[in-house]
């Protein structure tokens, strides 16, 4: 039969040789030799062509001559163009197509950076988790304090990073340095953001090895990055929880205000505290955002906010027994940070300044005495990036940085100012060598007329992929930080802090869960040391001893975090365990010990439920931390006590019902639910004697609240959308 | 066998020669577009629309001034996107779809056809992750679907899409297959007075609609 067909064939292949067309065929595969079916051949300029099989064979006829160019195209890969001399009846074309770069299958720079975003596909977290997490408070720092490389310090609002403190952390909105990102401190009653999590499409939260762009943080940098205009949408939020009522609308996408008031006094009533609030914290705030695209290609962002707070709190006299002395605070915080951005020549060029001006008073009494501190920071930043490569992959990017601060403390009849002009200049590229293996390398140098030297610090991190869904990760630098405020007041001539990372990191990811475990080493030099002839254990205190550069410190150690969305339905698990082995010799320290911020063991586990059938979604945190080094002037040994470990499990549930168009949103959550007994540590009368524990606000705690959103075209949230 | 083997290879040309002859009837490009948006009418849910996709492409990059090559196109891959299983992979068809609708708007600004197609194409980025993309990307396909209604709100798809919304949102939120129903009756009303202009314009969705009624009222 076979060769019966055969002289038919042949007939057909003159017939057609005589029409003259010619039958193009062949094969479609990667690189690595593997059949691609669906890929796309064809003739420029032509209908001609035809769709690889599933052998990845094609085959088509095509009646053009001479000279033509065939592309072979597929999603994912590179569209190869070959030029072909159409001769004779048949002909034979294979292709090999190259993995085009894209999220999925390019390597990215993971050493020391955990983001939060929505428009990146290859984050492990989003900003609705921020929300969603219990525990969390719908508090940016209190979710990435769960994270790995963050140590939880009870008793005080910050990021405290692999054995650094939180002053070492600095707060970043659209690449400007947030002078006053926490409500203002008060002595241990850790402090709130400012800032909702709503207002930012993207956060990334750094263990160490940063960008060049940022600077003046030993250990770590918060990344915030503010919304884009998404819509045109006119919107009203109106919120009420147990402190409080606030109001917020947005006209058109664009112009946003919200107003706030704040009262904890019901809330104070209803649970029982462990610190006696003669006036409960009060206050109101307000902002106003502008978010305009201007063009095509400009967006301006502009955001202003005044708050005003006021409490006032009984602190226990160490020496007297117990008894309590009146601290009172009263803050205003005006702060406004605007950009403008600017993309020219089809992406290949962005062009982003910023301005932002910052002023905080503090009105503080200490019993009778007044210890008010004043902030001021204005901050100019522009950096001129150039993008390139088929995808504009690689970039290469310059940019300068001005800021004019003055802070000032009182302290009963003295009164300490500091002015400074602090620059920065920097310059950074991120490039592909392969689609592989990623290289970032940046210099930035500084100069601040405290110091009146300036300093060079390089930063390089590599990222090479090991794998279709595993990659090596590596990051080094240097990083400057001018001292703390409270040493430059009595002493001029200090120098630069310093500190090197190294940080090696390994991370699997994949079909919605990753894996990662992060090795880490960091060297700090030139810290500052006070003399004192006996070490006040006060961490309130002014320094008053004779200070120098002569400090250092050491901080290794690794982190493991495992998170799982996948093997339970609309379910959500991450675990994150931290090891840190840190020393420092430094601040009023007579000899090298494990500072009393940093905690040897964290451990967190996360979980969350969203049942669809009822629309709420339920988490739980756990919480454990290893005992805190506290000082006990009877142990030989310098900070050789902890108290023991801290323990704590939290529940939140939030549900979304929809009423005639606008959404209604209940939340509720119960903090430290089994109502066990932490304490942070001890505290010490001078003669020793008497010791004092240092223990949350309240043991246990419950918060509620409702909120209700109002659109004009309010959509449906379609998370049952699943299965069209 | 010889004889059959002939008659079929005669005829095979013969009917070559008709439908060449056709072609000049027509013109190339409104016979190459006829064969694929048929080819897609009948393909069925299980169907890989690649090769359609394929084919719509080779034409659109010789017809540079029609908009329809990339209207069905995106349509395509959007199709592709739901049988993908996995989410980072359905982005990227997903990319390609808004590509090719981003084409077709600037060939033929303010069609409602765009717009609706715009809009489905947002939910089917919702599809891959609601809890953190509703928020986004609901509002492009409500400002897509508002358009849409302002310029013709007697096109079907426009009634479908909403009635999509509705029936695949659970009922705790204010959605379900019975609240559907009058969303899904007017789409089968509007789909049975709606006659496209040319058998190569967008006609798609009567089965879908047809399907949802056929649910709703189990």
Redesign the interface.
Known sequence: ?KF??YP?AL??LF?QSLQGQTIISGKVTDRKGDIL??A?I?I????????SDTLGRYSFRTRKKDSVIVAA?Y??YETELRKVLITGPTMELHFKLKDAF???NAVTITAGIFEAS?SK??VML???DIVTTASGGADITAVMQLLPGANRVGEQEGLFVRGGSASETKTVIDGMIVQNPFFSSTPDVPQRGRFTPFMFKGMAFSTGGYSAQYGQALSSVLLLDTQDK????SSTNVIAHLAGVGVGYTHKGAISGQLYYSNLAPFLKLIKTNIDFVKPPQGFGSSLTVNQNLSKNSVLKMYATYADNDNALGLPNYDDGGKTYLFSLHNRNFFTNNTYKVVMDEGKWVWQSGFSYSNNVDIIKIGETPGDRKDERSQLRSVLKRNWGKNMENSILAGVEYHYIVNSNVFGVNEAQLKENYSAVFAESEFYLTTKLAVRAGLRGEYTSIIDKPNISPRVSLAYKTGQYSQVSFATGQFYQTPEKNYLFINRNLGYELANHFILNYQVSK??RTFRVEAFDKEYKNLVREYQPNFDPNPFRFPTGNTDNSGFGKAYGFDVFFRDKKSIKAGDFWVTYSYLNTKRLFQNYPVEAMPTFATTHNLSVVYKQ?I????TNFGVTYTYTSGRPYYDAANPVFLGDRPKSFNNVSFAASH????KGSFLVFFMTVDNVLGRRNEFGFRYSSDGLSRFPVIPVAYRTFFFGISMNISR?A?????????? | MKRILLFVLIAGFFYNQASAQNATDKSEYQQAMEDVVADIQEAGLEADFQPFANVLERIAAVEKKEWLPQYWGAFCYMMKSFAEPVAEKKDLLLDKAEQLIAAADTLNPNNDEVEVLKANIASSRIVVDPMNRWQRYGALSAMAIAKAKSINPANPRIALHEAQGVFYTPEAYGGGKIKALPLIKTAIEQFAAFKPASAIMPNWGAPVAEYMLAEAQK
């Open positions: 039969m019966q067909l038919f007939l057909l017939t079916v669906g796309s064809s420029k300029g032509s209908y001609d062509g035809a769709t195209s999603i994912g894209n999220e999925l929505d596909r290859m989003r900003p609705l998404v819509s045109d949408q079909n919605d969203f669809p059938k009822i629309g979304i019902r929809p009423i075209h959509e449906v949230p379609k998370e049952g959308k699943l299965d069209i």
